[in-house]
């Protein structure tokens, strides 16, 4: 009898191992790898040797004859920002991927594409592995999607969906989701790398031989990874994560990977009562409910190309026990711990004794180098119970020396700033405007500027 070899595959990454461990080497997920049945040596040999003599010389063709195959087949979304993000809206024959925690709104803001789509005269398809006809319908009804060009189909089988999206004629296909999907001839539960990889295969060959855009939802993990594989990522061309706070707040679509546009862009949105609505001034909603207590800062930050003002609060209370606290929500940690240190070393503010906790108001996550400034301002504005000016915003990176140096984008912070009613700037001395108040290194930002009781 053939032994049937077998190999562990973890469902994080993909990578394959010999034997089975708790802990994936490559990705370090726990507890992620399952035994696959591997191909036996003999399929493995015929592949090969196949490989090696039976091809053929491609025909390949000058760069200048060919045709750019987009031009006009987008369809639009119906929210302009999230166009934007997409390129231009949502290019046929190419397969996207909506990235997003359960909850934070995936489903209604594709039934509301759906609706716009199918009100434009297209045929749409919607389809769901995870939820009834009738609570699909209920959401559609709240959404206003009416149109009879919209279809409805509940399925879980990779199969099916691949063949209806190649016959079924329709310019739209959403998918929701990936988890669901299975194919009969894979043993493996659905959500697994070998489900996840060969549905969506499947899916977006359908796709690109009729000419259908199709929309992959897939649901990410609280670490923000993609649940189950993260190797549909690669085989799609477009992948937008949804972000955000799922109890209220603002919530942000950008594309972290697109083959036909850029990756910049970002799209904020809000949940109300009749679905997903874009925020069209996200700095005056931001700043509507603030007050000027110590710790608070506002800070003129970039998301993709957009201008925005967000605050920064920074609460600083003595430990009572143990190790100090130190928390942030919306910044990461570890930038936030190197920040406390240069805060001691460079401005003698005592702070090895003190519970530091951050929040960035909004439910926004903040990947600018420029907010160092304005965390390290709110940190010292809480810790000394002073405060700023409040007609001051505030921007810059911060070294390790406590040097204060240049970002991308002045010119665009300081126009929202002024736009918003804000009298200067406290941003690196490199800039050259009237209304920034440079300032070379921490030390003298906080002697200078942070004298109001
Ligand atoms: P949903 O789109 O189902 O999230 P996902 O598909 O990402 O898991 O819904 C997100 C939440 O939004 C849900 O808890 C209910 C809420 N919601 C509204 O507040 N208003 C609405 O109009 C709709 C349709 C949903
Ligand atoms: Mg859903």
């Given at each position: ?8 595959v ?8 010999a034997?089975w ?13 399952l ?9 493995a040999k015929?592949?090969?040797a196949?490989?090696?003599?039976s091809?053929?010389?491609?025909q390949?063709?000058?760069i ?19 166009d934007?993000?997409l ?25 509301q ?8 005269g297209?045929k ?8 009834s ?13 009416t149109s009879?060009?919209?279809h ?9 969906i ?11 296909v959403?998918v929701?989701s ?21 549905c969506g ?8 031989a009729?000419?259908?855009?199709v ?7 609280k ?16 992948v937008?994560?949804f ?8 919530k942000?679509?950008r594309?972290v990977?697109?083959r ?7 799209a904020?949105?809000e ?17 509507s ?8 800062i506002i800070?003129?930050t ?6 925005l ?19 942030a ?6 930038r936030?711990?190197?920040l406390?240190a240069?805060?001691?070393?460079r401005?003698?503010?005592s702070l090895?004794?003190?519970?530091i906790f ?15 400034l304005?965390?390290c301002?709110?940190?010292a504005?809480?810790?000394?119970g002073?405060?700023?000016n409040d007609k001051i915003?505030?921007f ?15 010119d665009?912070?300081?126009a ?22 440079p ?8 002697v ?6």
């Amino acid at each position: 009898m053939v032994k049937v070899k077998s190999r562990f595959v973890c469902q994080n990454c993909g990578s394959s191992f010999a034997k089975w461990a708790g802990r994936c080497e490559n990705c370090g997920e726990w507890n992620s790898l399952l035994e696959q049945v591997a191909p036996t040596e003999a399929e493995a040999k015929s592949a090969l040797a196949k490989g090696a003599v039976s091809g053929k010389k491609l025909q390949a063709v000058s760069i200048n004859t060919i045709e750019p195959s987009d031009s006009g087949s987008r369809l639009g979304t119906g929210f302009a920002d999230l166009d934007t993000v997409l390129g231009g809206g949502i290019l046929l024959g190419s397969v996207s991927l909506l990235a997003g925690q359960p909850g934070i709104g995936k489903s209604t803001l594709l039934m509301q594409i759906c609706a716009h789509v199918s009100a434009a005269g297209h045929k749409v398809l919607y389809v769901s592995g995870e939820e009834s006809a009738g609570q699909v319908k209920l959401r559609a009804v709240r959404l206003g999607a009416t149109s009879d060009l919209l279809h409805f189909a509940s399925s879980a089988s990779g199969n099916d969906i691949a063949k209806t999206i190649e016959e079924g004629g329709y310019d739209l296909v959403i998918v929701d989701s990936i988890q669901t999907l299975s194919l009969a001839e894979i043993s493996s539960a659905p959500g697994t790398v070998s489900q996840v990889s060969n549905c969506g295969n499947l899916i977006i060959r359908a796709a690109k031989a009729s000419g259908t855009a199709v929309v992959i939802v897939g649901h990410v993990t609280k670490e923000g990874t993609l649940a189950g594989p993260k190797v549909l990522e690669h085989l799609v061309d477009v992948v937008c994560n949804f972000e955000g706070d799922r109890y209220g707040g603002f919530k942000t679509v950008r594309a972290v990977k697109n083959r036909f546009g850029s990756t910049t862009e970002v799209a904020i949105f809000e949940m109300a009562d009749k679905g997903l609505k874009e925020v069209k001034n996200p700095s005056e909603a931001l700043l509507s409910e603030r007050q000027n207590t110590d710790g608070s800062i506002i800070m003129a930050t970039i998301e993709g190309t957009r201008p925005l003002l967000v605050e920064i609060q920074a609460l600083v209370n003595p430990t009572n026990f143990g190790y100090p606290k130190r928390t942030a929500s919306g910044f990461d940690l570890n930038r936030l711990n190197i920040l406390i240190a240069v805060l001691e070393k460079r401005t003698k503010l005592s702070l090895q004794d003190k519970d530091i906790f951050i929040n960035v108001v909004g439910g926004l996550r903040l990947n600018d180098s420029a907010a160092d400034l304005a965390i390290c301002m709110a940190i010292a504005s809480a810790a000394a119970g002073r405060k700023l000016n409040d007609k001051i915003v505030v921007f810059g990176e911060v070294g390790l020396g406590g040097e204060i140096r240049s970002v991308i984008a002045p010119d665009r912070r300081i126009a929202e700033a002024k736009k918003l009613g804000f009298d200067h700037a406290i941003a690196p001395a490199t800039i050259k405007d009237k209304f920034v108040l440079p300032v070379k290194d921490l030390r003298s930002a906080l002697v200078k500027y942070m004298n109001n009781k």
